[in-house]
């Protein structure tokens, strides 16, 4: 008898969350990795010596889930805190990806506020992002307006 599916598709289906298996997610992550080494490459004036830092700690979490590196808040520079809220907000709302559509205000801060309460990114800062409402600045020169809508937090 001749199986249904493939072997592929099998694999595929055992994938808990999202669409990348394992070997697929590790490709894309390694971005990460190549972004850091090319900028360590670049030489820089004193003042941002420390950007392949910043821009290489985008992807971490504060409770060590992250990657490259798996580092902790207390391994994480303000500035990459910074850049990982800037970066997963503007994933959550860009509207140029081929791939998805981008998320309106609302549902872009209802995701972020989870990673806040999961420990992925830095309350402080993030309140921050809320109380002097950067989220709508941004939105308001980035966003399509039919992505800004009310945002209750």
Same mark, same amino acid.
């Given at each position: 008898?001749? @199986?249904?599916?493939?072997?592929? &598709?099998?694999?595929?289906?055992?994938?808990?969350?999202?669409?990348?298996?394992?070997?697929? #997610?590790?490709?894309?992550?390694?971005?990460?990795?190549?972004?850091?080494?090319?900028?360590?490459?670049?030489?820089?004036?004193?003042?941002? %010596? @420390?950007?392949?830092?910043? $821009?290489?700690?985008?992807? &971490?979490?504060?409770?060590?889930?992250?990657?490259?590196?798996?580092?902790?808040?207390?391994?994480?520079?303000?500035?990459? #805190?910074?850049? $990982?809220?800037?970066?997963?907000?503007?994933?959550?709302? $860009?509207?140029? #990806?081929?791939?998805?559509?981008? %998320?309106?205000?609302?549902?872009?801060? #209802?995701?972020?506020?989870?990673? %806040?309460?999961?420990?992925?990114?830095?309350?402080?800062?993030?309140?921050?992002?809320?109380?002097?409402?950067?989220?709508?600045?941004? $939105?308001?020169?980035?966003?399509?307006?039919?992505?800004?809508? &009310?945002?209750?937090?």
């Amino acid at each position: 008898m001749e @199986n249904f599916l493939s072997e592929d &598709e099998v694999y595929n289906l055992t994938i808990p969350r999202g669409t990348l298996t394992a070997e697929e #997610r590790k490709v894309i992550n390694d971005h990460i990795v190549v972004t850091i080494n090319m900028l360590e490459e670049l030489p820089y004036p004193k003042h941002l %010596k @420390n950007v392949p830092e910043f $821009a290489g700690g985008h992807h &971490e979490k504060l409770d060590g889930t992250g990657y490259p590196k798996g580092l902790t808040k207390d391994e994480m520079s303000v500035q990459a #805190r910074i850049m $990982a809220i800037a970066d997963i907000f503007e994933a959550l709302t $860009a509207k140029d #990806r081929p791939y998805k559509k981008g %998320k309106t205000l609302s549902q872009a801060m #209802r995701i972020l506020g989870f990673m %806040k309460n999961d420990a992925h990114i830095d309350v402080d800062l993030f309140d921050l992002f809320v109380k002097d409402k950067i989220y709508l600045k941004y $939105a308001e020169e980035h966003l399509d307006p039919d992505q800004i809508d &009310e945002v209750q937090i």
